[in-house]
């Protein structure tokens, strides 16, 4: 059964919006549309349960639960255990905290490995830890003519005194998969750990992280058409060899240990709501009702793909077959190294990616220009990062017309 779009559409208020009459939203890999299970969740918790959570009066209990049924609802999506779930007010910032941490469990003589493929905040955090504490930092670069990471590099990269990797499950600038569990075996054959920022793929596959076997995954609720909060997944019993980032009294709480600051109720309350969509549209396309939530999360996410897949490569074929544009990233939809995913990067070579923008924008593409915290990326590749590049990124509820739309657009601007 092919994704129902109309059914899809009616779920996001964002479409019924005059600021989108006529026009189609390409700027998904920044932040998705949130689907109305998010909207009314968030509306119904200001409204009702604004309260400090977790005392016995009956707005304060319903909060507490709700709070905690977030973590439950989405530690069963991810494949994972509850206390392994960690909610914080974005994924940058708890790469931040999380590096925090592993400052104390590294020293001189160790080694992490970072990639020049990231986007910034699962980096930079990890490269200056490093350098703080003394450990060799070894870079896996990209190919500097595709973006993409070799996994053989990687595999020679690796020594007895890796201790950390840090990597994405997909750039926000390439676009490709890169294949976490055979990264991650390959990681854990010598003894080190594995974070991976999965903040450009979750938004198109909800993943099962305990098949990815990596010891922390992260990504963006505000990009999988939830609130802004970032979710991360601590495994492996690594929760437990990380010293404590928050109040002293709160090392116990595996939900706090990598939270300094209390968590914005509200938003952890509501952060499971998206889950709901999830499951509704797997019911509309012949799922069960007494389905687990992770056999949802499948075959939603296989319907989202299959969506996604009949689109993309009408953008990589008229982008790639350009003399006057540089498609960032594979061409194809499934290249020999992994899948594609739907967000597609272009440098202009006869004018300036942000006019190109602009054009597009008068024209009802929803896009822009810049070098979308990708410096490293965008460096390895020769692309001059101060004029950036023009994204196109589309999610499950891109249609045709919205591609139709940006093929016209592109034909008029680009000539």
């Not at 008229?318 to 498609?327: E, F, I, T």
């Not at 190294?337 to 006019?355: D, K, M, N, W, Y």
């Amino acid at each position: 059964m092919p994704l129902d779009l109309t059914f899809v559409r009616s779920q996001f208020p964002a479409f019924a919006s005059m600021d989108n009459n006529e026009q189609s939203f390409f700027e998904n890999a920044g932040g998705s549309f949130a689907c109305s299970q998010t909207i009314d969740a968030l509306t119904a918790y200001y409204t009702d349960t604004k309260v400090q959570p977790y005392s016995e009066f009956g707005s304060s209990a319903r909060a507490g639960n709700q709070m905690d049924r977030s973590r439950e609802r989405w530690a069963e999506a991810l494949g994972v255990a509850t206390d392994e779930v960690v909610f914080g007010p974005s994924t940058s910032m708890n790469t931040y905290v999380l590096a925090e941490a592993f400052g104390s469990l590294l020293g001189a003589g160790d080694e992490v490995i970072v990639t020049n493929q990231d986007h910034e905040a699962n980096t930079g955090a990890v490269r200056r830890m490093a350098d703080r504490v003394g450990a060799t930092v070894k870079e896996w670069r990209t190919d500097p003519d595709t973006g993409l990471l070799d996994i053989d590099q990687f595999a020679s990269l690796l020594s007895p005194a890796t201790k950390l990797v840090t990597m994405p499950h997909a750039s926000n600038i390439v676009g490709q998969e890169n294949d976490v569990a055979k990264i991650t075996g390959l990681a854990h054959g010598v003894g080190a750990r594995v974070i991976v920022d999965g903040v450009s793929f979750a938004p198109h596959s909800i993943p099962d992280v305990a098949a990815l076997d990596a010891d922390v995954y992260l990504f963006s609720l505000y990009k999988t058409y939830s609130v802004h909060q970032g979710l991360m997944v601590v495994r492996n019993g690594l929760l437990d060899e990380l010293p404590n980032q928050a109040h002293f009294f709160n090392a116990g709480y595996p939900d706090k240990r990598l939270s300094p600051a209390g968590p914005d109720h509200a938003q952890v309350a509501c952060a499971g709501a998206v889950l709901d969509y999830v499951e509704l549209l797997h019911g509309a396309h012949g799922g069960s009702e007494g389905d687990a939530l992770r056999v949802a999360c499948a075959n939603v996410s296989s319907l989202w793909r299959e969506q996604e897949d009949s689109l993309t490569p009408q953008l990589l074929d008229a982008l790639s077959g350009r003399d006057n544009v540089r498609l960032l990233g594979p061409a194809s939809l499934d290249a020999v190294s992994g899948h594609r995913c739907p967000t597609i990067a272009f440098l202009t070579l006869e004018q300036e990616p942000a006019v190109v923008a602009s054009s597009l924008v008068q024209r009802g593409v929803q896009t822009s220009a810049s070098d979308y915290y990708a410096v490293r990326v965008l460096d390895g590749l020769g692309v001059d990062v101060d004029r950036g590049v023009v994204r196109l990124s589309f999610v499950h509820y891109t249609g045709q017309t919205d591609i139709d739309r940006a093929l016209n657009a592109l034909d008029d601007v680009l000539g």
